[in-house]
């Protein structure tokens, strides 16, 4: 028997991928009631964010895809889509932000196009939960978005630099002292080339960062000037300590020592 357009009984539409599934709970959520510009809204800019996040991270953009595989009926309608390794290390960044409330996890693209999920979502009064893990994360419209307010200043970092380059868009690609990798914008080829000189090593660069105000946690940064230490030549201990004495927020839990350790025994990896 058709399914009528008017009826209103609560149901559910899954998106199944190997190691992820999209639900997405509402009324009318079936395939022949469900707008589909609507439903490609919504997994394409889910797509958006997952890829996003996934170079954020240093994976390729060539590695990073979503193929729709299988579409079945089954009372509602289940749709198969795999999932690249790459784009794997993308799902997992935005399933954690979306649990644990901070979009700091994550960059600017993935939060403006997670955003526009969450407006299309209250309009067609949808919950939306992306289950990789347990527990899921949702996207629920009843709730407000993640605060994304956000402050400036200028501040230094301590990074392993991993990749630096860009003709159109200099970027340099580092690990931040607590493990996470993240990629930061480069002010001109000439300061990127720098960067460049020093891949596979510990530096300070110096730069215009913005901050989540409910977490303070660091949102973006801008590299504009590569700072003048040397782990090859300096004290890296004595400088990890200063730094953390000036930049106390940023190393809260870091151990100058076990850092160094571990970012030694990881420089091959």
């Not at 932000?97 to 299309?120: F, T």
């Amino acid at each position: 028997m058709a399914l009528s357009r008017h009826w209103t009984r609560p149901c559910a539409l899954w998106f199944i991928m190997p190691s992820f599934i999209i639900k997405i709970d509402g009324e009318n959520v079936y395939p022949k009631t469900v707008e589909l510009r609507h439903l490609l809204e919504t997994l394409t800019r889910l797509r958006k964010a997952i890829s996003a996040a996934a170079i954020d991270a240093g994976e390729s953009p060539n590695d990073v895809f979503l193929s729709l595989t299988e579409i079945s009926d089954k009372g509602s309608s289940l749709l198969t889509i795999d999932e690249s390794d790459a784009a794997s290390v993308g799902t997992s960044r935005v399933s954690q932000a979306l649990r644990d409330g901070d979009l700091s996890l994550i960059p600017k693209p993935s939060r403006d196009e997670l955003h526009k999920v969450w407006l299309r979502a209250k309009h067609n009064k949808w919950t939306i939960s992306m289950h990789n893990s347990t527990p899921a994360a949702v996207i629920d419209p009843t709730r407000p978005f993640p605060a994304t307010a956000q402050v400036r200043g200028s501040t230094s970092l301590f990074v392993y630099v991993i990749r630096a380059g860009g003709e159109r868009s200099p970027h340099v690609l580092v690990r931040l002292p607590n493990g996470d990798k993240r990629t930061f914008s480069v002010n001109g080829k000439a300061l990127a080339s720098q960067l460049g000189s020093k891949l596979y090593r510990r530096v300070v660069i110096h730069g215009d960062a913005k901050w989540f105000v409910s977490t303070r946690k660091l949102a973006e940064f801008k590299v504009t000037r590569l700072g003048s230490y040397d782990d090859q030549a300096a004290d890296p201990g004595a400088t990890l300590l200063s730094l953390s004495d000036a930049m106390g927020r940023h190393w809260q839990g870091v151990d100058p020592e076990e850092y160094l350790r571990d970012e030694r025994s990881g420089d091959d990896q």
